[in-house]
């Protein structure tokens, strides 16, 4: 097949309008993002039968994220995760930022990365097809921020995602991307018979604000451990009370002794395996993704994605025992994250 890049309108988002860059390599897989979030619209890559689909819930048109602000696809900062009290430390002092559920901070805030319109670039290279993203942010979190995000879309159908900035000022930064999979194909089947494996022995429990607490817990012996493939079947409606507290699946921290995880399913053929520098990764089995609405492909409902949101460690800045967030002025930030799609 023709390796191309296009470009076209993707709608309005706050009066500026909002650009699509779909990127083909040679064997027909096709990775569309735009420029509002630096989100991703599109993963379409060959079932085992050659049948070319999306793989990630998305939508349309940029309208429809305005509306269905569930981090659909997007690019997540300057904080993934959640922030206790919408608090943050920095060499000791306490700097409080506008929180957006309750009295916490989630992803960024309500001005985080995902809201931006976003600069693009395309690159057309010998053995990828590059999406740059580039951003000035300067909204709460001290100094102001460059920051980019490359897409890179090899002929292995892979998709290399760079990340890279540096800050005026010490600060914090901790970056992820929001999609949710889903490798039936085109939405037709929930995630419940996916299979998900990732080298992960501990996991964070949450209270009844979501939040991450402070000690983690042995997966052995228990519903979070996918030490060895298992279907996400066996945890979602569990009874465990750590599921209850989470709306009735997962949406929790692993500590990663490996940065290798792969998820499957056996229908389609589909292997997703993500590759990472972090140390941990929080996996969201799309518990609230909720009713009403319509994705590209099929109407929404509970279970119809998995976020995989590979990051430093939410709520790090109260556990002292985690990696730190911290960025020191002038310093580069640099992150590194691979997708690999495959057929089994």
């Not at 399913?265 to 009403?292: C, F, H, M």
């Amino acid at each position: 097949m023709e390796r191309k890049i296009t470009q076209h309108l993707f709608g309005q988002a706050h009066g500026q309008n909002v650009v699509q860059t779909v990127m083909q390599n040679g064997r027909g897989m096709r990775f569309a993002s735009c420029t509002y979030g630096a989100t991703i619209t599109e993963i379409a890559v060959p079932n085992q039968a050659g049948l070319i689909e999306n793989v990630v819930c998305s939508f349309e048109r940029v309208e429809d994220y305005l509306f269905q602000p569930q981090f659909f696809g997007s690019t997540i900062g300057p904080f993934a995760g959640r922030l206790e009290n919408s608090e943050l430390v920095i060499n000791g002092q306490s700097l409080h930022v506008t929180p957006n559920e309750g009295k916490h901070l989630l992803h960024g805030g309500n001005a985080g990365f995902h809201t931006k319109i976003w600069r693009v670039e395309t690159f057309e290279e010998k053995d990828c097809l590059t999406t740059k993203y580039s951003l000035t942010y300067d909204e709460e979190f001290p100094g102001e921020l460059q920051i980019e995000v490359c897409f890179s879309l090899l002929e292995t159908n892979e998709v290399v995602v760079t990340y890279s900035g540096v800050n005026s000022e010490d600060t914090l930064l901790n970056c992820t991307n929001h999609s949710y999979f889903n490798l039936s194909g085109n939405l037709k089947e929930t995630i419940h018979n996916h299979t998900l494996k990732m080298n992960a022995p501990r996991y964070i429990p949450i209270n009844k604000h979501g939040l991450p607490l402070g000690k983690p817990l042995e997966v052995e012996d228990t519903v979070f451990d996918f030490t060895q493939a298992k279907p996400l079947s066996a945890v979602i409606g569990a009874t465990e009370k750590q599921l209850c507290l989470a709306s009735g699946g997962l949406d929790h921290t692993f500590l990663l002794d490996e940065g290798i995880i792969t998820l499957t399913d056996s229908n389609s053929g589909r292997q997703l395996t993500i590759i990472t520098q972090e140390p941990a990764v929080v996996v969201y089995t799309g518990n609230k993704i909720g009713s009403g609405y319509s994705f590209k492909e099929a109407n929404s409902k509970n279970f119809l994605g998995i976020c995989l949101e590979e990051q430093n460690v939410p709520n790090s800045i109260k556990y002292p025992q985690y990696p730190s967030a911290f960025l020191a002025k002038d310093t580069p930030y640099s992150k590194t994250t691979t997708y690999k799609f495959e057929v089994i």
